[in-house]
């Protein structure tokens, strides 16, 4: 069986049974926004939103991790820890599917993060199809984030009535297997899932001003170019940008002794290039001094430098960093004024340009 | 040459640890007080030989010294530099004595006028000068920011100072730590806040709780001043109040400041 079916009447079931066979984190509201939060009450679960404000990436590299302990005298260091549970993430929108995909690139190019994988390995995604836009700040149409790519177990999708069940791993069939309500997809399920796919041909139109080729050459080309001043003028170098990005992967080791100060724990921390000591080096020197630089290397890390390391575009497309930035400076704006500086035209698009998608709540 | 502290000195006779305040309101002196268990544990690897809130001994010999409070007298500069003679590590705790806090608002106005205001006709009895920042006085070794100081990082600062390692302070902004902990932006609601320029350290301890970052740990090395009063003008503040956020806790912090807001 590839495709199942679910009736929507028959999902909170289902919930119900999978929060009995792992620990289940999924979407709900905060404010006027959303997160990631384990599940207490079914009903909190929100189905439809715009990307949480971490990125799922909280629960396989959380911003601050345990190592491991250590103790001075005697000397002794223990290995990584890797006690943890089984758990779901359920309705992972397809963008942040991707940045999980991209982090795996990272975490196991050679020598490989065991922390990572080890929580990896117990981590079940459970994703759901947009079928329409969040809001205006996504690009997910351009970095082709806007369809189920893989990098899931299963994959919802809502035709009406029922979800679509996409199977794509044996720990994801074995989800639903034996369960009454959920069936293999039938001819007209699968008929309209062809329809709603075409539907969101209509909807969802590239963001970006060129091909994801044509800008791979724009960043060649652009290293010099004046608008990474004017990002740089307008950033506060909080460092939100790269909190909230899925892709985004610097860490920092710090030990912590108890008061007895004999022993201690390593901890994993976030970082960021946006900080102001990032690149600074014993002596003083700063690789990346001033806030234009570190934007510019943010932009690079996400459309240039891992194309050229891992063939893979770095940004998802969720729009996150735009939305998030107090400043407005905005990825779709920023990518889209140096297409135009590329050729020729040197006028900014202005917002209204991306507004025109409209917003679909 | 001052004689280090010798850390390998912890291990055998405890080091001798006084408390001395000057111009505040002894709030940070009462969250080291309020450290629960882990003041337990602190009092096994030091001595408290001078500490007002806690005990009435008063033990002039100790080799670290924790300054609370602003300097705002001629006679406090001369006491914090006899302390600073016999301290061996000198740490600065709370806002007022690490960035000058709240007590900067009297360098605002004439150093007369603002004494006229506080004591009127007995004005010309009392001995005041421009509210300033300990280590513009005497030599610091250890900043505990804060207004009020965060016991987490006091207990960290405790264990540097007792291990011989310097305490590096956060360089980045309060904004990083309050997106790890998944806070909905207050610029999100409309609302101001100075957490994109303020040091951070505190792990975002005022968003948490529904409040706003009043910037009580003073700025980052290089803030934003540019970026900031965009964003602060964006959101409909006028530049006088934007100078009253900056100024309310890093008034006495001087030129750097003045430069980037004023």
Known sequence: ?361 | MKKQFNPERSRGAKPKVAFFDFTDCEGCQLQFANMGQALLEVAGLVDIVNFREIMSEEGQDYEIAFIEGSITTDKDVTRVKKIREKANVLVALGACATIGGVNGIKNRAPLELAKERVYGKKSDTINTINTMPVHKVVKVDYFIHGCPAYIPEIITVIKCLLMGRPYVLPNYAVCTECKMNENVCRYEKDQECLGPVTRAGCNSWCVNNGNRCYGCRGLVDNPAADGQKDILLKYGLKLEEILQHFTLYNDSMGEKYDQAFK
């Open chain 1, 1 to 361: 069986m590839k495709y199942a079916s679910i009736k929507k009447e028959d999902l909170n079931i289902w919930l119900e049974y999978l929060s009995g066979r792992a620990r289940l984190y999924a979407p709900r509201k905060k404010e006027n926004l959303f997160v990631f939060r384990p599940v207490k009450d079914i009903s909190e679960i929100a189905l439809k939103y715009i990307p949480t404000i971490l990125p799922p990436k909280k629960y396989y590299f959380p911003q601050k991790e345990k190592l491991f302990k250590f103790k001075i005298r005697p000397f002794k260091t223990a290995k990584a820890i890797k006690e943890f549970e089984d758990f779901i993430l359920f309705a992972v929108h397809t963008c942040d599917i991707a940045g999980i995909q991209c982090l795996d690139v990272i975490f196991r190019e050679s020598p490989e993060d065991p922390n990572y994988l080890n929580r990896k390995e117990k981590m079940i995604i459970i994703g759901i199809e947009c079928l329409e836009y969040c809001d205006k700040h996504a690009n997910c149409t351009s970095m082709g984030n806007h369809v189920p790519r893989g990098g899931y177990d299963l994959m919802l999708v809502d035709i009406g009535e029922k979800f679509i069940l996409h199977i794509n791993s044996e720990k994801g069939e074995k989800l639903i297997r034996g369960l009454t309500y959920i069936k293999e997809a039938n001819d007209a399920d699968m008929l309209s899932l062809e329809r709603v796919r075409e539907a969101k041909k209509k909807i969802f139109k590239e963001e970006l001003n060129g091909s994801l080729a044509k800008i791979y050459e724009t960043f060649d080309r652009h290293f010099a170019s004046p608008i990474w001043q004017d990002v740089g003028r307008r950033c506060v170098a909080c460092g939100n940008c790269t909190s909230v990005c899925p892709t985004c992967y610097c860490f920092d080791t710090s030990d912590e002794m108890k008061l007895s100060l004999n022993e201690g724990m390593r901890y994993r921390i976030w970082n960021s290039c946006q900080m102001e000591d990032y690149a600074k080096v014993a002596g003083g020197e700063d690789f990346r001094k001033g806030r234009d630089s570190r934007q510019r290397h943010r932009y690079y890390r996400k459309f240039k430098y891992p194309v050229d390391k891992f063939n893979r575009y770095f940004c998802t497309g969720c729009g996150r960093c735009t939305r998030t930035c107090m400043a407005e400076i905005s990825l779709i704006e920023t990518v889209n004024s140096l297409l135009a500086a590329e050729s020729g035209t040197p006028e900014r698009p202005s917002a209204s340009g991306v507004a025109e998608r409209g917003e679909a709540k």
